[in-house]
């Protein structure tokens, strides 16, 4: 056996630690939070030194490497084992390891006195591992794996809180339809596996530059590979999943938002970038799909009421603008940066905007935002500066890092030919900069004891109607500040929410100005990037009119705390049902599923199946009578029977020669 | 040539003893008959193996061994066929084998 490669090694310690240490804490170490706390965290921090390591290790050199063993081969089909580090790879393995890293530091604080402490953070390992392994996974196989990986251990900490109906229903539903993407990636990889043969990400990134694939083959494969896509970074019309996945702990929603689960799916778009961009009409129909659930969500996001909600649909959004950049690129023969460089700083600075979410709801028990607000949530100073920073990077104003990857991906719209691309675009900065601000102008500047607003924005704190959603923290909740739980010592420890929030935010500020040197590290060179003047006075003027929309709505003195969509019932009222998706979701698994294929497929079971069987019970003891028939119970008429057919035989054998 | 020095005068013998013994067999009642005919037949089968080796075979000694083996078959298969006999008695309280028909279909 040849030597293994150090960084082969390397990487496989990043993947198989967490999963020993999922294994480790859930085999024996689950009742004792803190030496569970000490396992996952040890595993986490090796994975961000070795991720880091990787990263500094071979910074500058854009050469893909891809270090392979054996694992399985047939006639036909070699499928190996193996990592692919090239800058893509390695920029993602640090992005995964070091948001999962700050997560974990901060559930320390957000978990405090959950009975499920030690379960938790197993999930949270396990999720690192599969994160991990589907980033550097050098075979689309191998990577498949990780991706129904990653789908579990959603699923998992989604449902962390099972015994809450609604939570078990959302990580079940999390898990189905991502599930129902998934199948459609199967069948493009076994497509890929019949008419092409290798599942290999650099052969057929490859294969696709140099035009080896036939169009049919390249476009149904990245149609359907686009339809796995679709299910796991949400995207219209299965994006239904998304927001109700808030049912879970919010460190994991920001886990899930940022650099984990939905990220996934845009990374497996940049993993296979060239492929994808080798199908022009692959790629209009993604910049297709984008574009609307870029505008669905966004005017969702305006009328939501539960901050995570909020969060969640500017994720959605902001998943389809990378998408809708990288689809631009790939139909402008550009390069994958602009989308690339989006979903980086998108994982910073949505951390940190679900991890304040998180401080805020710790705090005040609540999801509703208004709730928070008439708490007092601006007297939290740290929350409350981070979060403006984290809106102000979603909204896209200079000099956060939003700003510089939004800027690029409309730049990247705009080189198309059809400028409704570029305005949907614009559209949709405009509108997530009005609901970005619109939460934080609400936690601002509460309204006055007595305002009507109060009324109409007016949701129990504990147990009672509203959202639906919105209430599943108070359990834990209760725990976390009685300290009760006997393992958990007083209070839970500040500086683990706070730290990485602080963190988060930094890089939220920096991570901007260093578009150039990532830039040269992914491409290996940096373009001279031409300033389009025009479109950056509109981009900026677009999210500076929503921020001042939102000022005039929500924010000033006189603000009456109605949304400028409240003039129109009918439209405020479409997106506040969500554009109907969950009905119509509804109606098509009551139509489709139930009552076609439920029904046909329970009729065939019972007569089909079920029929056969009995049919062949039957006929056996059918023939069973009949031929017992022959059991005459008089030996010697059997005997005389058996000689006639033997002398029968005889004779047939003397004479028939 | 004598009668008794060809090999046509015991294959007739042995199909005569035979063709008695298939009678018996196939028309007693009495199971203790039965298994008189069925000697019978076998005693057949081994003068057919001696006339074969007296006559034709080159060894004088494979058809006797085989004659000898029958002897032991025959002597095991009465011992079994009495103890099915008397087993059957012990039930019936009668050896006719037309009143062994509980397994009539």
Known sequence: MPALD?????????????????????????????????????????????????????????????????????????VPFGFLLDPVSQLMLVLVATISFLIQIYSIGYMWGDPGFGRYYADLSLFAMAMLGLVISSGLLQLFICWEL????????????YEKFSASEAGKKAFVVTRFGDIFFFMGLALLVIFYGSLDIASINAAAVAQKMEPWLLTTCA????????????????????PDAMEGPTPVSALLHSATMVAAGVYLLTRIFPFFAASAPAMTYVLAVASLTYVLSSTVGMVARDIKQVWAYSTI?????MAMGLAAAGLAHGTLFAGYFHLTTHAGFKALLFLCAGAFIHHFGTNSFFMMSKGGAKKLTIPMVTVTIGALALAGIFPFSGFFSKELILGNLWHLDNKLWVGIGLLGAFLTAYYTFRVIFVLLFPRPEGHPAWEKYYEPVAGGHGHGHGHEEEEAHGHGHG???????????????????????????????????????????????????????????????????????????????????????????????????????????????YNLFSKTFTYNDRRVVDGGVDAVALGCIGSGRFLSFLQTALLQLNLLFMVLVLAGVGIYLLMGR | MPAFNQLNTYLYLAVILFCLGLYGVLSRRNLIAVLISVELMLNAASINFMAFNRFLAPHPAVGQIAALFIMAVAAAEAAIALSIIVALYRKLKSINIEQANELRG
């Open chain 1, 223 to 242: 149609l359907l590979i686009f339809g796995g896509i679709c299910g796991k970074s949400a995207q219209f019309p299965i994006h239904v999943w998304l």
């Open chain 1, 6 to 78: 150090p960084l082969f090694v390397l990487c496989a310690a990043c993947v198989i630690l967490p999963l020993l240490s999922f294994g480790g804490i859930m085999i024996f170490t689950w009742r004792r939070p803190f030496l569970s706390l000490a396992v996952s965290l040890t595993a986490s921090t090796a994975c961000l030194l070795i991720a880091w390591y990787i990263f500094w290790q071979r910074w500058g050199d854009p050469t893909p490497l891809v270090l392979n063993v054996d694992w399985l081969v047939s006639d036909l089909v070699r």
């Open chain 1, 483 to 593: 300290g009760h739980g006997g393992d958990f010592p007083g209070h839970a420890p500040e500086w683990a929410i706070n730290l990485p929030l602080i963190v988060l935010a930094g890089v939220t500020i920096i991570l901007g100005f260093l578009q150039g040197t990532l830039e040269r590290f992914l491409l290996g060179e940096s373009h001279p990037h031409e300033m389009n003047y025009l479109l950056l006075v509109l981009a900026v003027g677009l999210a500076l009119a929503g921020i001042a929309l939102a000022w005039w709505d929500w924010g000033r003195k006189g603000a009456a705390w109605e949304g400028f969509l409240s003039r129109v019932p009918a439209l405020e009222n479409f997106f506040v049902q969500k554009w109907y998706m969950d009905h119509f979701w509804r109606w098509f698994l009551n139509a489709v599923i």
């Open chain 1, 150 to 161: 990653v789908g579990l251990a959603s699923y998992l900490l989604i449902g962390f809180w």
């Open chain 1, 317 to 321: 959004s902001q998943l389809a603008m």
